[in-house]
C-alpha cells in the first residue's frame, strides 16, 4: 500500500528518507547516552550526598566536642546553601528535629518514612535513601564523645541534576540538527544530478498524454551520459515508433469510427468479463444510459436483470464456440416506462488473431414498434371478430326478449298479481329494458340508443345490490351502504347501471371467502377542476387485492385474471362508459402482506352537466396507483 504522506519525486523521497534515518540514528543515539549519563548523575548524587551529610556530621561532631553549639547552626546554613541541596536538618536520636537550615525547627517533623530509615544506620556510615516523589536523602550518624548524639540529613535539589541531563539532551539535539542539515544539503546537491534527467522525462511523457499528436516537444534532450541517458535516447524512438503507426492507423479507425456512429442500429463490443469496450449512440439510446457510463460496466449495470443475464449467457456462448448467435429476441421494460421493448440481437466473436477470440460484437435492432402493430392488429381483429359476434348474439336475443317484454306486461297488466310478485314482475321488466340497453349498446357502443336524462342514484345502486342479493348472502360478504336517497344525477341510468354492476361483480368475485363491500356515493366536485360539480362514487372490497402489474393492464380489453370464467371486457366497457361521460377514475389496490390486509377501492367521478353531453368524447383521466386500500366507512 502506498503512503500519502510520502513524496512522490525521487529527490524529496532520498532527501525524507536521508533524514529520517539520521533522526532515527541521533534518537536512538541520544537515548544511549541519556541512559549512560542518568546513571553516571545519579551516581554522583548519591556520592555527593553521602559525603554532603558525612560533612555536616563531622562539622556537627566537631564543634559538639568543642561546646561550640552555636557552630552547629552555622554549619547546617552553610550546607544548605549549597547549588545542590535542597533542605538540611539535625535531629536528636528519637528523630525529633533540633537545627533546620530554612525556618523553625518547631515546624519540622520526620515522616514516617524518615524514621523508618534510622535503624538502618548499623555502623556508624552515611547512607541515602529514595523516597516517593523522586527526593533523595543523605543520612548520616553523629557520634561524639564516644555515643550517638544525633543524626545530619541532607535532602537533594533534584532541579540540579535535571539541570545537567537537559543540557546534556539540548547539546544532542543541536548537534543532531545541524548534522541532518548538512547532510540534507549534500542529498539535494547529489539528487539534482539525478532528479533533473527524470524531470524532463516525466515532462516528455505528460506531453504526449495530454496530446498523443503533437511532436512539439520531441525528440527530448538527451542531458546526461549514463543509465537515465539511455532512458530517454529508448523513449525518443519509442514516439516516433508510435507517430509512424499512427498516421497508418487513422484513416482505418476513422472509417470505423464513422460506421460506428452513423449506422441505424446498435452496435456493442464486450470482453470476456461480459464489460462493455465499446458502444454507438443509437445503443446507448436504447439503453437509455449516457454513452459515457457504459464503458468497464458490465450487462447487469446497465441493463435489466432478466435481459442482461440471457444476453450474457449468449456472449460467452460465443467466446466459447467461437460461432456467431443470430436472431437473439430479447423482451424487457424500461424503469421510467410501462411500455415494453422487443430486441433482436446478433452476436459474433472479433478476433485479433488467428486463435484468439477478444471481443464479442453485438447488433441490436429495435423491433418494438413492430411488435406493438403485430399487437394491434391482433387486437383489432379480436375486437372485430368480438363485434361481428356480439352483433350476432344481440339479433339473436331480440326476438326472445321481445316475447319475455310482452309476457311480463301481459303478467302485470291482466293477471291480477299482488305483492311481492307484482314487484318482482316490475323488477324483471326493468331488467329485460336494462339487456336490450346492452344489446343496443353492443352493436352502437359510441351511439347513444337513448337519452341522457336525470336519474336517481340510490334507485340505481339498490337496483345492483337487489340483482347481487342472493350472492352477496351465499358469500357471507357484509354490505355497507352511504349514499343519499335524493341524490340525483344528469346521465344514461342504463350506462352507469352497467358499471356499478361490473365494480360489485369483480369486488364479488375477489371474496371469494367473504368480507366487507363498501359503497358510497355523495356529491362532490372535480379534483383538477373544483368548479365543476358532480357525484363521486365508491367502491370497495376487502378481496384478494392486485398488484402493481395488474393495476396497469385492468383497462386493456381482453386482460383478465379469473381465467376460464372471465372475457377481460368488463372493466373496458365500463372505462369507455365513463369516458364518454367525461368522467375520472382512481384506483387504489394493495395485494395481501404482512401485518397488512389487501383489498381495492374504485372511486369514480362523474359530472353532473348536461351541456357535456353535447361535446365529442375526449380520453377518460384513469390513475392507477399504488397505495393502501382504504375501505370507507358507512
Given at each position: 500500500m502506498t503512503l500519502r504522506w510520502w513524496p512522490r519525486s525521487i529527490r524529496w523521497q532520498m532527501l525524507a528518507g536521508l533524514v529520517l534515518v539520521e533522526a532515527l540514528s541521533i534518537v536512538l543515539f541520544a537515548a544511549l547516552l541519556i541512559r549512560q549519563q542518568t546513571r553516571a548523575v545519579y551516581r554522583r548524587a548519591e556520592h555527593r550526598l553521602s559525603h554532603q551529610a558525612n560533612s555536616v556530621a563531622l562539622q556537627i561532631k566537631e564543634a559538639l566536642e568543642q561546646d561550640r553549639p552555636v557552630w552547629v547552626g552555622y554549619s547546617v546554613r552553610m550546607m544548605g546553601e549549597a547549588p545542590s541541596v535542597a533542605f538540611v536538618k539535625v535531629t536528636d536520636p528519637a528523630g525529633n528535629v533540633l537545627y533546620v537550615s530554612q525556618g523553625e525547627p518547631e515546624q519540622v517533623s520526620l515522616d514516617p518514612a524518615e524514621r523508618a530509615q534510622i535503624p538502618r544506620i548499623t555502623r556508624g556510615e552515611p547512607r541515602v535513601f529514595r523516597f516517593a516523589g523522586d527526593r533523595w536523602e543523605g543520612l548520616a550518624p553523629i557520634n561524639a564523645g564516644g555515643r550517638l548524639r544525633g543524626y545530619a540529613w541532607v535532602e537533594s535539589d533534584r532541579a540540579w541534576d535535571h539541570e545537567q541531563l537537559d543540557s546534556i539532551l539540548r547539546a544532542t539535539v543541536i548537534f543532531g540538527a545541524v548534522w541532518i542539515a548538512a547532510s540534507a544539503l549534500l542529498v539535494l546537491l547529489m539528487a539534482h544530478s539525478i532528479s533533473r534527467p527524470l524531470d524532463l522525462l516525466l515532462r516528455g511523457t505528460r506531453s504526449l498524454m495530454d496530446s498523443p499528436e503533437g511532436q512539439g516537444h520531441f525528440p527530448l534532450p538527451v542531458p546526461a551520459h549514463n543509465e537515465i541517458g539511455d532512458l530517454i535516447e529508448a523513449f525518443n524512438r519509442m514516439v516516433a515508433s508510435l507517430e509512424e503507426q499512427r498516421s497508418g492507423l487513422n484513416d482505418t479507425l476513422s472509417l470505423l469510427d464513422s460506421m460506428l456512429a452513423n449506422a441505424p442500429i446498435g452496435l456493442a463490443f464486450l470482453d470476456r468479463g461480459c464489460r462493455f469496450v465499446r458502444v454507438n449512440q443509437v445503443f446507448a439510446g436504447m439503453t437509455g444510459v449516457p454513452l459515457g457510463r457504459h464503458l468497464g460496466s458490465t450487462l447487469s449495470e446497465v441493463l435489466p436483470q432478466p435481459v442482461a443475464q440471457q444476453l450474457e449467457e449468449t456472449v460467452l456462448r460465443v467466446f466459447a464456440d467461437e460461432a456467431a448467435v443470430r436472431d437473439l429476441e430479447l423482451t424487457g421494460r424500461p424503469i421510467d416506462s410501462h411500455r415494453p421493448w422487443t430486441w433482436l440481437t446478433s452476436a459474433y466473436p472479433v478476433r485479433t488473431g488467428p486463435q484468439e477470440v477478444r471481443w464479442v460484437g453485438v447488433i441490436v435492432l429495435d423491433a418494438s414498434e413492430r411488435k406493438r402493430s403485430e399487437e394491434t392488429l391482433r387486437k383489432t381483429e379480436k375486437l372485430a371478430a368480438t363485434g361481428r359476434l356480439a352483433a350476432s348474439i344481440a339479433h339473436e336475443i331480440n326476438n326472445p326478449l321481445e316475447a319475455i317484454t310482452n309476457l311480463l306486461f301481459l303478467m302485470r297488466n291482466f293477471c291480477a298479481l299482488e305483492e311481492p310478485a307484482l314487484g318482482y314482475v316490475a323488477m324483471a321488466e326493468h331488467e329485460a329494458r336494462r339487456i336490450s340497453e346492452i344489446t343496443q349498446q353492443t352493436l352502437r357502443?359510441?351511439?347513444?340508443?337513448?337519452?341522457?336524462?336525470?336519474?336517481?342514484?340510490?334507485?340505481?345502486?339498490?337496483?345492483?345490490?337487489?340483482?347481487?342479493?342472493?350472492?352477496?348472502?351465499?358469500?357471507?360478504?357484509?354490505?355497507?351502504?352511504?349514499?343519499?336517497?335524493?341524490?340525483?344525477?344528469?346521465?344514461?341510468?342504463?350506462?352507469?347501471?352497467?358499471?356499478?354492476?361490473?365494480?360489485?361483480?369483480?369486488?364479488?368475485?375477489?371474496?371469494?371467502?367473504?368480507?366487507?363491500?363498501?359503497?358510497?356515493?355523495?356529491?362532490?366536485?372535480?379534483?383538477?377542476?373544483?368548479?365543476?360539480?358532480?357525484?363521486?362514487?365508491?367502491?370497495?372490497?376487502?378481496?384478494?387485492?392486485?398488484?402493481?402489474?395488474?393495476?396497469?393492464?385492468?383497462?386493456?380489453?381482453?386482460?383478465?385474471?379469473?381465467?376460464?370464467?372471465?372475457?377481460?371486457?368488463?372493466?373496458?366497457?365500463?372505462?369507455?362508459?365513463?369516458?364518454?361521460?367525461?368522467?375520472?377514475?382512481?384506483?387504489r389496490s394493495r395485494p395481501a402482506a404482512v401485518g397488512r390486509p389487501p383489498g381495492t377501492v374504485f372511486e369514480i367521478f362523474l359530472p353532473d352537466d348536461a351541456t357535456l353531453f353535447a361535446l365529442e368524447p375526449k380520453p377518460v383521466e384513469a390513475a392507477a396507483k399504488a397505495a393502501e386500500p382504504k375501505v370507507m366507512q358507512g
Open positions: 357502443f359510441y351511439r347513444q340508443s337513448t337519452l341522457p336524462a336525470r336519474a336517481s342514484m340510490s334507485e340505481l345502486i339498490d337496483s345492483v345490490l337487489t340483482l347481487y342479493n342472493g350472492k352477496l348472502n351465499t358469500l357471507g360478504i357484509q354490505v355497507e351502504c352511504d349514499y343519499e336517497a335524493t341524490m340525483d344525477l344528469f346521465c344514461f341510468a342504463g350506462e352507469v347501471r352497467q358499471v356499478l354492476a361490473n365494480l360489485v361483480a369483480n369486488s364479488i368475485d375477489a371474496m371469494a371467502d367473504g368480507g366487507r363491500l363498501v359503497v358510497r356515493a355523495r356529491h362532490s366536485h372535480n379534483r383538477r377542476n373544483p368548479a365543476q360539480a358532480g357525484v363521486r362514487f365508491a367502491i370497495a372490497d376487502t378481496g384478494c387485492g392486485m398488484d402493481a402489474t395488474v393495476r396497469q393492464r385492468i383497462f386493456e380489453p381482453f386482460f383478465t385474471t379469473k381465467e376460464v370464467t372471465g372475457t377481460g371486457l368488463g372493466l373496458w366497457v365500463s372505462y369507455e362508459i365513463i369516458r364518454k361521460s367525461r368522467g375520472i377514475v382512481h384506483v
